[in-house]
Every structure is written in structure tokens, then in C-alpha cells.
């Protein structure tokens, strides 16, 4: 099945800095890589997301690009602010045949701190 | 409010225990989800509901039972809980593409 690995698992940056967190999953058939962002002691929300067939998106200062050859996919957060410290998980809606569920497998996070 | 809502927001139980997490959402998405979260795992998928009536497991199901009478209403239950069951759950429910989290139970199996 589908299995996604992410990296860093922590990433420290001062206020101003990007930021650039990597992920790559290994079902070709994947189709739909989603990033949420989790603060303390809440659940997780999509930030923004990505479907196979479009390279780049961006929204204001955060940005996702996807290179399907490689199968990986990156979160840019450009000018970060303190508010931006949170724990990202990338995801990836892997292949489930003629069936549309759109079940995520989910990389292992990483926590992000930006230093005022 | 329209969401979705998960309670109770804090559990302890002991080992051998039932217990059940409730999840309910507003929005009348037929697709619901279970997740655990557990340092270095992520969030892993317990069990996924289509629609009432309709389960099916997801990477993690051993040890855990869902129902789906209506389609609000998704719980989850650990018929004998067992410490590695300790654990923060969420539920989540899908609308076009996007999944809806709510806020998480934190268990803990004593």
C-alpha cells in the first residue's frame, strides 16, 4: 500500500525565513496530497493541497509544488511569522480502484518552531 | 454550530475496559474517518465509514469496533482496552476532497 515519508522531523527558522518541509510517497496511482497544519491541542486543517494533475499552488505565503516523476511533493511557507509555529503533516489519497474514499495516508509530521 | 465534535475530550480508563468515543458531525458527509496519533506514527487510520451502515478497516483496526446507525454519528469502540490503545483519536469527516477534523479524545489506558 501506500506509505509517505517525511522530512524534517523538526525544522527551526527565524521570523522572515522560509521554510520548506518534503514529502514522498511511493503509490504512483496517488492522485490528491493534501497539507494540514495542527496546533496544540486541536485537530488538524488543511492548509492547502494538490492534485496530480498541476505541478505548483500557492496561497498567499505558503506554496506546495509536486514532481509526480520522483514522487515526492514540498510545503513553501515564505516569510514566516511566529503564528506559523505548528506541527505539518503531509498526506497522500492513495489508490483504491474504482472506489473514491479518499483515504489519506499521512507522513510522520514535523515541528515547526519560528523564533521571533 | 455546523463542525464536527468528538467527546469525551479526556478518558482514563483501565486495561480490559470498554470504551466508546463518540464523533458527530453537522455537515451530512457520508464519508467518516477514525485516526490515531501516536509520536513518530503520524495519524493512522483505524476505521472509515462510507455511509450508514457501511465500515470498512483502515491500516489499524485490531482491537476497535465502529458502527454507523446515522449518518451523523460515527463512534469507536476499544471492547477491551489495552494500553497500547493510549493515544489521542481523531475523527474526521469528508467533504468533496477536504477532510474535516474535530478536536481529538485523549485516552489513556491505565
Known amino acids: 500500500g501506500e506509505n509517505v515519508e517525511q522530512h524534517p522531523s523538526t525544522l527551526s527558522v527565524q521570523e522572515g525565513d522560509s521554510a520548506v518541509i518534503k514529502c514522498t510517497y511511493s503509490?504512483?496511482?496517488?492522485?490528491?496530497f493534501p497539507w494540514y497544519k495542527q496546533e496544540l491541542g486541536k485537530g488538524p486543517q488543511l492548509i492547502i493541497d494538490i492534485r496530480s494533475n498541476v505541478g505548483e499552488k500557492k496561497d498567499q505565503r505558503i506554496a506546495v509544488t509536486l514532481n509526480k516523476t520522483a514522487k515526492h511533493f514540498s510545503l513553501h511557507i515564505t516569510e514566516t511569522q511566529p503564528e506559523d509555529s505548528a506541527v505539518y503533516f503531509c498526506?497522500?489519497?492513495?489508490?483504491?480502484?474504482?472506489?473514491?474514499?479518499?483515504?489519506?495516508?499521512f507522513g510522520q509530521g514535523t515541528t515547526l518552531q519560528v523564533k521571533p | 454550530d455546523a463542525g464536527i465534535t468528538q467527546s469525551p475530550r479526556y478518558k482514563i480508563t483501565e486495561t480490559g475496559r470498554q470504551v466508546t468515543l463518540m464523533c458527530h458531525q453537522t455537515?451530512?458527509?457520508?464519508?467518516m474517518f477514525w485516526y490515531r496519533q501516536d509520536l513518530g506514527h503520524g495519524l493512522r487510520l483505524i476505521y472509515y465509514s462510507a455511509a450508514a451502515d457501511i465500515t470498512d478497516k483502515g491500516e489499524v483496526p485490531d482491537g476497535y469496533v465502529v458502527s454507523r446507525s446515522k449518518t451523523e454519528n460515527f463512534p469507536l469502540t476499544l471492547e477491551s482496552a489495552t494500553r497500547s490503545q493510549t493515544s489521542v483519536y481523531f475523527c474526521?469527516?469528508?467533504?468533496?476532497?477536504?477532510?474535516?477534523f474535530g478536536p481529538g479524545t485523549r485516552l489513556t489506558v491505565l
Open positions: 503509490d504512483s496511482a496517488s492522485n490528491y
Open positions: 455537515w451530512s458527509h457520508s464519508y
Open positions: 498526506a497522500a489519497a492513495g489508490s483504491d480502484g474504482s472506489s473514491n474514499t479518499g483515504k489519506l495516508i
Open positions: 474526521a469527516s469528508r467533504g468533496a476532497d477536504t477532510q474535516y
